[in-house]
């Protein structure tokens, strides 16, 4: 039981930690000319990574 | 006729169509809740620039207060699922606060589209703070619309003290922000702009070597040669991959936590944002070595805009991949009583087989134009590679896709001729709005500056792509995947007959957002989500496959004619 919510712990204070550092990275930061991640290249990006995603996540033929 | 809280009773048939396209259960509200506004915040806020007359709400700023019960409301469901899973209560929905909210939504929006146009008179501080309220006045309508109060009430008495330490959680997390803008803001405080420094070093390390005039201006963030030279701003510095990669991880541990052993996985973080940082600097050194030597502008700026994005989906594959091949990070095979249920049960939840076929083209062809940006930069010469990737992939899986129904009838082509005819028609019917809308495209300037050989070659491939391997990679993705995807696992069993209104609008508004050419870009999402239905409105109705890549194949085919005819280089 400890391990389980030490675990659940760990990864929302990642998701917290990763939403911050986007979170901030992309509206305080003061975005350069030329980001490092183009947000206008979002959609065709996040495609691509579901979609791969989806594909490695094939189930094994029986 | 409508009950107090809205609920529909016999009379509104819209509303009640509405209603069974809802979730019905207390948990998928809560998902359907988290969905909705994610997509209107996108809507309403996004690109709304670095203007702080837009941040203001009470003097605050709400892009920062704004992300406490975003993190309380995702840690609420992520912790509580199970318990609100397992409530099984019947939940009505309100159609009178959900017209409410969507005239709240109205104006905020109306009040966004006339800053984005530059009205003066939206400017001042008070339409911001008025603009602020009537967007949480309409999200607080819409919780209560999809969610009756009583069943939050509910909610909350099930999940115990959940509410108070998502809460807490939330606070915490607005907090932690604060110490994460130190990694990269440049002040003069010593630990202020270390992911900075430690770039630019890193960077400079790694040129020195290929570059004997390379210099190095730490205080300005600089580097590069006399010839061409960079600033290693906050954003460059790698912090941008880092938060991705970071949400990416968290996710995916949550999400698959039954099939990764723990605490094994969570080594798996700092490799990730490890191979992220060096990744950036691998761009970064790239950059400076290509336009340095000679390479134009140009490329520049595809490979800069390219190259982020390309190394966030290898690093998030390679993390993806390897919770689920090394076996010390997943859960053992082969064992008997509870780990053995939970990897049969994991195996079942794993997508089809047949999706190989159905999504690999259309990937290729995303991956090859990601490739051909990247070094081509304003003019994509390597868009041929598009053609041969698609082409490629429908060979190797021709086996498979012989298994669909390839026949057609004329609705197919009608729907293709009224597809073209919906396409061209804001460009017709309003040109001024569609030139400030998308601007004047350089296109056609650019083949003409091409020998006629490789001009012809180019259109050649342009056509075959649009005519042949696109509209029959993304029927397969969006028509043959996502649209039946949306009804079953066993997306595969599903017959295109009876596919539902939910999975063909959803499916279409996906389509719709490939189409755009960027995150503001309503006009041709409205376009490719209209198509899309016109597409798979034609499927549905003869049930065959043929029907929907032929009708997506004459309008495009439609559109090449009318762009070489016309020289209309926008449409492409």
């Not at chain 2, 998928?28 to 620039?49: D, K, N, P, Q, S």
């Not at chain 2, 006045?137 to 509910?154: E, K, M, V």
């Not at chain 2, 336009?291 to 390679?318: C, K, M, N, R, Y």
């Not at chain 2, 028509?479 to 995807?485: N, W």
Request: contains cysteine.
């Amino acid at each position: 039981m400890m391990k389980s919510r030490l675990k659940s712990a760990l990864v929302i204070l990642c998701f917290v930690l990763g939403t911050c550092t986007v979170s901030h990275a992309m509206v305080f930061g003061g975005r350069p000319a030329r980001p490092e991640i183009d947000p206008s290249l979002a959609i065709s990006g996040i495609t691509l990574l579901v979609g791969s995603l989806a594909v490695l996540r094939v189930r094994r033929k029986k | 006729m409508t009950t107090p809280h809205g609920t529909s009773t016999g009379k509104s048939s819209f509303w009640l169509n509405l209603n069974s396209l809802l979730p019905d259960h207390l948990l998928g509200r809560f998902y359907f809740l988290l969905a909705t506004v994610a997509i209107e915040y996108l809507f309403v806020f996004a690109g709304r620039g670095q203007n702080a007359n837009h941040h203001g709400f009470l003097g605050i700023v709400t892009d920062a207060v704004g992300q406490i019960p975003i993190f309380a409301y995702v840690v609420f469901l992520g912790l509580g699922h199970s318990r609100l899973k397992a409530l099984k209560v019947k939940v009505s929905f309100g159609s009178l606060l959900f017209a409410g909210h969507l005239l709240c939504m109205a104006a905020v929006f109306a009040f966004t589209s006339a800053v984005r146009q530059g009205s003066s008179w939206v400017q001042f501080d008070r339409f911001s703070y008025a603009k602020s309220l009537i967007y949480v006045l309409g999200t607080l309508l819409l919780a209560w619309a999809i969610i009756p109060l009583g069943d939050w009430f509910q909610a909350a008495r099930a999940t115990g003290r959940l509410w108070l330490y998502s809460l807490l959680a939330g606070v915490g997390g607005w907090l932690l922000g604060i110490p994460v803008l130190m990694l990269w803001y440049s002040t003069s405080t010593v630990q202020s702009g270390m992911l900075q420094r430690a770039t630019l070093y890193a960077v400079s390390v790694v040129l020195r070597p290929f570059l004997p005039s390379l210099f190095v201006d730490p205080a300005a963030f600089q580097i590069g040669t006399p010839n061409y030279s960079i600033i290693i701003a906050g954003g460059c510095s790698g912090v941008e991959g880092f938060g991705l990669v970071i949400l990416f991880t968290s996710l995916w541990l949550w999400f698959y936590r039954k099939e990764i052993r723990f605490p094994q996985a969570f080594l798996l973080i700092p490799c990730a944002l490890g191979c992220s940082w060096l990744l950036n600097i691998l761009r970064l050194f790239a950059l400076i070595l290509i336009v340095s030597d000679g390479g134009s502008q140009a490329v520049e700026a595809g490979f800069h805009t390219q190259a982020g994005w390309i190394s966030f989906i290898a690093v998030a594959l390679g993390f993806s991949l390897a919770t689920q091949k090394i076996p010390w990070m997943r859960v053992r095979s082969g064992i008997e009583g509870a780990a053995g249920a939970t990897e049969l049960h994991c195996e079942d939840r794993r997508e089809s087989p047949a999706i190989r076929a159905y999504l690999v083209p259309f990937l290729l062809i995303l991956a090859a134009a990601s490739l051909s940006r990247a070094v081509t930069g304003n003019f994509d010469w390597l868009y041929p590679l598009r053609f041969f990737a698609a082409a490629i992939a429908l060979i190797y899986f021709l086996p498979e896709l012989k298994k669909l129904n390839w026949r057609f009838g004329w609705l197919g082509p009608i729907a293709g001729a009224t597809v073209f005819l919906i396409w061209i028609a804001p460009s017709r019917l309003m040109p001024f709005w569609w030139a400030h809308q998308h601007g004047v495209s350089h296109l056609g300037a650019d083949l003409a500056a091409l020998s006629p050989a490789a001009r012809w070659s180019w259109i050649t491939f342009r056509v075959a792509a649009a005519v042949i391997t696109v509209p029959i990679a993304e029927e397969l993705a969006f028509r043959g995947y996502l649209a039946r995807r949306f009804i079953s696992v066993e997306f595969d069993r599903v017959s295109f007959s009876s596919l539902t209104a939910l999975s063909i609008f959803l499916s279409s508004a996906v389509f719709g957002l490939e189409h755009m050419k960027n995150l503001m870009d309503w006009p041709y999402w409205t376009l490719g989500t209209l198509a899309g239905l016109a597409f798979a409105a034609a499927l549905r109705r003869c049930g065959r496959f043929g029907d929907a890549v032929i009708a997506h194949a004459f309008s495009n085919l439609l559109l090449a004619a009318w762009v070489l005819g016309l020289g209309d280089w926008t449409q492409w």
